[in-house]
């Protein structure tokens, strides 16, 4: 049988996509890069490439038994890989926000980032690519699926839940930036104290940011949206383990189960040339790229 134990598929395919990112991360970072154009080539092959590796690696996983296994690979690799093509074109969109000044630009990033998460999602539970459609904002998941005939469903997200709360006890509460952007967020005027010297911060998939009056407030706002938008970046792996007794617990099927943020925490802490300089990571010259459309050079 060509997949073999699942247990021992699981566990191959789980280090071969850790190979991929650590590679193509530790590839992102071997040389300076002197112009926004060097970059793009990478940003882009690295948001196709995620999408591409977890959509053919969860559609093996999930594999039927009478399905051929390099049509299932091929499927979910390109559905994987339209989904995170549209990912990218999605954050490259933030930099409406920034050239409009108009913080109302990011719900075409979160709706367009919506979509093609959906589709990496898909292609990893080896469905079709409309199976089902999900937004996320802030601590609340909203979906519908094909398998509940389309019925809206509304699911906590624990993690975001987290940076919800911890967002809230740095600045105040912005209804009118947290309706205009379809994500929390909150205003802090001691930048220097609560935000640690930064003028804005993402929290998992909440933002706290200075007032509007800083210099750059809206390429601040866009660079921290990037942020929440990478929150989802590695959204389809939860389905790699499709018996997993904690992530599919029916009694708590209102939970959805948001530990596929924990791969954006190894790439930001671990790969780096230098862990002291946090421009080194991938996610932090991703959010420069796409909300200033500037190249961050690494830390020397």
């Given amino acids: ?14 280090c071969f996509l850790g190979c991929i990112l650590v590679c193509q991360a530790i590839e992102a970072q071997q040389h300076h890069i002197p112009t926004f154009e060097s970059q793009r080539n990478k940003v882009f092959a690295y948001n196709v490439g995620i999408g591409a590796a977890i959509g053919g690696i969860g559609a093996l996983i999930n594999k039927k038994p009478n399905e051929k296994w390099w049509k299932t690979l091929a499927k979910g690799a390109g559905v994987g890989a339209a989904g ?14 920034t050239k409009n000044e108009e913080v109302g630009y990011a719900w075409i990033s979160k709706l367009g980032h919506s979509v093609g998460a959906s589709m990496v999602e898909n292609a990893a539970m ?15 998941r909203f979906q519908i699926d094909r398998q509940n005939k389309y019925r809206p469903e509304v699911k906590l997200l624990p993690i975001a839940l987290a940076g919800t709360i911890a967002a809230a006890t740095q600045g105040k509460f912005d209804l009118k930036y ?21 003028l804005g911060r993402a ?16 390429g601040i706002f ?5 942020h929440t938008l990478q929150y989802e970046s590695f959204l389809g792996i939860n389905h790699f383990y499709p018996k997993n007794k904690f992530l599919n617990n029916p009694k708590l099927n209102w939970i959805y189960w948001d530990t596929y943020f924990a791969v954006n925490g190894f790439l930001f802490l671990f790969i780096d040339d230098d862990i002291r300089c946090k421009y080194n990571s991938m996610i932090e010259r991703e959010a420069s790229h ?4 500037e190249a961050l050079p690494l830390c020397k």
Avoid: C
């Fill in 84 to 97: 995170g093509f549209i990912n990218y074109q999605a954050k490259n969109a933030t930099f409406l926000i």
């Fill in 203 to 218: 929290f998992v998939n909440s933002i706290v940011i200075a007032p509007a009056t800083v210099e750059d407030f809206y």
């Fill in 126 to 140: 080896n469905r079709d690519f409309w199976a089902s459609w999900h937004i996320s904002m802030g601590p609340v």
């Fill in 290 to 293: 796409f909300a200033f459309r």
């Fill in 178 to 198: 947290t309706f205009a952007s379809g994500t929390p967020v909150f205003v802090s005027d001691s930048v220097g104290g609560a935000n640690g010297g930064k």
């Fill in 222 to 226: 866009a660079h921290e949206y990037v």
């Fill in 1 to 14: 049988m060509l997949l073999g134990s699942l247990g021992r598929t699981k566990f191959r395919l789980i």
